[in-house]
T-cell receptor, first 115, second 115 residues
Framework: NAGVMQNPRHLVRRRGQEARLRCSPM?????VYWYRQLPEEGLKFMVY????????ESGMPKERFSAEFPKEGPSILRIQQVVRGDSAAYFC?????????????FGNGTRLTVT | AQKITQTQPGMFVQEKEAVTLDCTYD???????LFWYKQPSSGEMIFLIY??????QNATEGRYSLNFQKARKSANLVISASQLGDSAMYFC????????????FGDGTTLTVKP
């Protein structure tokens, strides 16, 4: 019973390149959340998706960041033209439902380093 | 707006002793869930314990218990009989039925267990 799978675990990009982060939710989970964690800080919400729909992207920067969760395949967080400030750990989480009583199940995160 | 506050950036505890990690929250929503997560140095986020806002009894999970004081809006995590493996970052989080089900996280407390 695989948990939330994120890849790659570590990603190094030069400034101006694109970063693509992948997330496969737990089996049976249709709600996917992306969070960003800067060093020594807590997790900041970025975006919430269900299959083929973005439900809430209020935490996403307006430019360069996009997310999708297609009908088939993993959820993708895309960062275009990366800058040094994008260096962070990006966590994907999934849950079987939206409600308050359901904990988020996290992947191991992707650590993005922009050089 | 919902907010989680963890006032202890770092805590130390002697092995086999109990420790309390503080968490206060601010919300006007009467219905919510409170969660604690553990993040060891390896980076993954591990769900520890859940407390619903309408639960009459404090949640317990093994050595973890949650000291829930609704009127004071606090949800402190108590770890009994600390072990060296408990050394990690601990995050308090809150989730609602509304607000797209996304979770709000505190900035975390780093716990170090001394032998």
């Amino acid at each position: 019973n695989a948990g939330v799978m994120q890849n790659p675990r570590h990603l190094v990009r030069r400034r101006g390149q694109e970063a693509r982060l992948r997330c496969s939710p737990m089996k049976g989970h249709s709600h996917v959340y992306w969070y960003r964690q800067l060093p020594e800080e807590g997790l900041k919400f970025m975006v919430y998706l269900q299959k083929e729909n973005i439900i809430d992207e209020s935490g996403m920067p307006k430019e360069r960041f996009s997310a999708e969760f297609p009908k088939e395949g993993p959820s993708i967080l895309r960062i275009q033209q990366v800058v040094r400030g994008d260096s962070a750990a990006y966590f994907c989480a999934s849950s079987p439902k939206e409600g308050q009583g359901s904990p988020l199940h996290f992947g191991n995160g992707t650590r993005l380093t922009v050089t | 707006a919902q907010k989680i506050t963890q006032t202890q950036p770092g805590m130390f505890v002697q092995e086999k002793e109990a420790v309390t990690l503080d968490c206060t929250y601010d919300t006007s929503d009467p219905s919510y869930g409170l969660f604690w997560y553990k993040q060891p140095s390896s980076g993954e986020m591990i769900f520890l314990i859940y407390q619903g806002s309408y639960d009459q009894q404090n949640a317990t999970e093994g050595r973890y218990s949650l000291n829930f004081q609704k009127a004071r809006k606090s949800a402190n995590l108590v770890i009994s009989a600390s072990q060296l493996g408990d050394s990690a970052m601990y995050f308090c989080a809150m989730r609602f039925n509304t607000n797209a089900g996304k979770s709000t996280f505190g900035d975390g407390t780093t716990l170090t267990v001394k032998p």
